[in-house]
């Protein structure tokens, strides 16, 4: 396989449809098509061509005698540097029909073009310098989003901002990397070209800038796979009939015998552009039954995946037990990264007026868990504020949960709970700007760079000499070009591109 010859491929998804387009790129492009393209009749000559121009005509078969139409088509040649791919590249809108695609490629294969390998258009604009990695990643990314929020996402990567972001970075970097270097040369003479005091505040910057972007993996994966709901609470709280609701279909099964989900049940459904995806799960309770502790099991284990708790409550059960469910199901939550919405479900069947007595003895128990939850997972409370460990992360008492009492047959609750979900949904604000990472490469490279630079930290500390230092400064430097792929071998090309699509 040569960078040097001319591929061809289909590049509309396969199957007959009202039109197709069929993709060139490399040196011979333009005369290989011209070979077998006629317009008004007769050949197009190569010098007769203006770029970025469509020329209605035909392609025709020129080895047969009579030298029949194939297709009537419309040709757009493209003139390198300014393409795609950043060679000279040529496409041909064909009809839909799979035999006249089939025919065209046969044609254009039989005059030495050779048919595309998985990826290898965005391939060629990488090594031609027109994307760099990240970005041909995100080709990838837009083509296959599914929802407003993760086609935002791809398209500011596609422009190039996270790109941005890392190569101002990796600058930084680089001029400190320098500057230690530039030390060695002068190791005799004993003299500190980086300033200390300035590397301290540049590594600083570097790392908060680091951590900022692999804390948004677990919302950038989020949104790219659906953002994990889970339905959580005991046997026949309304589980499956919320999840239907949600849904507007009859997905799960619903049934008065307890303990009828024995699994887990995943359905995705996008509520104002963003892809959530729900989990009904197994109701918790007391049982020997070994398939339904196993189903159990797995309750607990996506509650602590989720990012989102919907936590369902009989409300036609005594007060006391609606607490101690209530409790138990908190207490599985953590409530500095999780959000949790507590639904006291089946108002359709109760008097509600017997819960106007509850707000102060219920609040106050649901307060001493909630501060127990926080200080379990790290973190401490104020009278109206949690913070984490750190002190960082500050987090409003009232946003960490909400409480609602509902029929999950009623619409009107059922489009009151999804605007919560929404409003509820810890995502960054998804405009043209927003940076997430959304790729586990580019998630492990960040994490990489997070710990040679704190090795750096760690060794100024220890007083480490220049050498040592730029070592690993030049690892953090070396995980960060891996992203854009400023440094780059060619398995870990062929692993990125091979994902692609053929015709992409």
Same mark, same amino acid.
């Given at each position: 396989m040569s960078k040097y010859d001319t591929i061809c491929a289909v590049s509309t998804a396969s199957g007959t449809g009202a039109i197709a387009v069929i993709r060139l790129s490399g040196t011979e492009s333009f005369k290989t098509v011209l070979y077998i393209f006629r317009k008004n009749g007769k050949p197009l000559d190569i010098n007769d061509i203006e770029p970025y121009k469509a020329y209605h005509?035909?392609?025709? %078969?020129?080895?047969? %005698?009579?030298?029949?139409?194939?297709?009537?088509?419309?040709?757009?040649?493209?003139?390198?540097?300014?393409?795609?791919?950043?060679?000279?590249?040529?496409?041909?809108?064909?009809?839909?029909?799979?035999?006249?695609?089939?025919?065209?490629?046969?044609?254009l294969v039989v005059r030495g073009c050779?048919?595309?390998?998985?990826?290898?258009?965005?391939?060629?604009?990488?090594?031609?310098?027109?994307?760099?990695?990240?970005?041909?990643?995100?080709?990838?990314?837009?083509?296959?989003s599914q929802n407003e929020a993760e086609h935002r996402i791809a398209v500011n990567q596609l422009k190039g901002g996270f790109s941005n972001e890392l190569? %101002?970075?990796?600058?930084?970097?680089?001029?400190?990397?320098?500057?230690?270097?530039?030390?060695?040369?002068?190791?005799?003479?004993?003299?500190?070209?980086?300033?200390?005091?300035?590397?301290?505040?540049?590594?600083?910057?570097?790392?908060?800038?680091?951590?900022?972007?692999?804390?948004?993996?677990?919302?950038?994966n989020a949104i790219k796979h659906g953002i994990p709901v889970a339905i959580v609470g005991e046997t026949n709280t309304g589980k499956s009939t919320l999840l239907n609701a949600i849904l507007g279909e009859e997905r799960a099964i619903v049934s008065d015998i307890e303990g009828t989900t024995r699994d887990t049940i995943e359905e995705t459904f996008t509520i104002n552009g963003v892809m959530y995806r729900f989990i009904d799960t197994a109701g918790i309770r007391e049982t020997s039954e070994t398939i339904e502790k196993?189903?159990?099991e797995r309750t607990f284990k996506k509650i602590s995946e989720a990012d989102i708790v919907i936590g369902m409550?009989?409300?036609?059960?005594?007060?006391?037990?609606?607490?101690?469910?209530?409790?138990?199901?908190?207490?599985?939550?953590?409530?500095?990264t999780q959000k949790l919405l507590l639904l006291i479900n089946k108002n359709d069947k109760i008097d509600i007026s017997k819960f106007y007595s509850i707000n102060d003895d219920f609040q106050w128990q649901i307060k001493q868990t909630v501060e127990k939850n926080i200080e379990d997972h790290g973190g401490y409370m104020t009278d109206e504020f949690c913070y984490s460990v750190t002190g960082?992360?500050?987090?409003?008492?009232?946003?960490?949960?909400?409480?609602?009492?509902?029929?999950?047959?009623?619409?009107?609750?059922?489009?009151?709970?999804?605007?919560?979900?929404?409003?509820?949904?810890?995502?960054p604000k998804l405009d043209g700007n927003a940076t997430l990472v959304t790729n586990i490469r580019h998630y492990e490279a960040l994490m990489h760079a997070k710990g040679s630079l704190e090795q750096v930290k760690n060794g100024m500390d220890s007083k480490l000499s220049?050498?040592?230092?730029?070592?690993d400064l030049r690892q953090a430097l070396y995980y960060i070009g891996s992203i854009t792929g400023e440094v780059t071998t060619g398995e870990v090309l062929n692993t990125i591109f091979g994902r692609f699509c053929i015709g992409k």
């Open positions: 005509g035909e392609i025709f %078969d020129p080895v047969k %005698d009579d030298k029949p139409m194939v297709d009537e088509v419309l040709v757009t040649f493209f003139k390198a540097p300014h393409s795609y791919t950043g060679e000279d590249s040529v496409e041909i809108s064909c009809h839909g029909s799979e035999f006249v695609q089939q025919k065209i490629l046969e044609l050779r048919l595309a390998a998985p990826g290898e258009f965005s391939k060629r604009a990488f090594i031609n310098g027109k994307l760099d990695l990240a970005q041909a990643e995100a080709v990838a990314d837009l083509i296959s190569r %101002d970075l990796r600058a930084k970097l680089v001029d400190l990397t320098s500057l230690l270097e530039l030390e060695l040369d002068f190791s005799e003479e004993d003299v500190e070209f980086a300033d200390r005091t300035k590397l301290y505040e540049i590594l600083d910057t570097a790392l908060k800038h680091i951590v900022k972007l692999t804390d948004s993996f677990r919302m950038g196993i189903g159990i409550l009989d409300g036609t059960k005594e007060l006391t037990q609606i607490y101690d469910a209530a409790i138990n199901i908190i207490s599985h939550v953590n409530l500095l960082m992360d500050l987090y409003d008492i009232r946003n960490l949960m909400t409480f609602y009492i509902i029929s999950a047959k009623k619409d009107e609750d059922i489009e009151q709970l999804k605007d919560s979900i929404r409003f509820y949904t810890k995502t220049a050498d040592l230092l730029a070592q």
